[in-house]
């Protein structure tokens, strides 16, 4: 990942994380962090399994029509 991504301006550290964490936790508080950490987790499974399938889908049919030109190359 680029460093300018995070926010625009250069990466992230290991002082801005605990920064970050403190914030949240203040935010948030001690016992709702592991319900909003879980919560988080399945978001990114959620976005990996729905980018999983997008790529697989896109991967048969570029299959499909290899497959089909390969049986007719004229298209007829």
Known sequence: MSPFLAFGVGGFGWQEMIVLLVLVLIFFGPKRLPE??????????KF???TREAS???KR???DV????EED???K
Do not use: Q
């Open 48 to 50: 990996k399994s729905a």
């Open 56 to 58: 697989d889908e896109v």
């Open 66 to 69: 290899k497959r089909d030109v």
């Open 61 to 63: 049919e570029l299959d």
């Open 73 to 75: 190359p004229n298209g």
């Open 36 to 45: 909003l950490a879980e919560a988080l987790g399945k978001s990114l499974n």
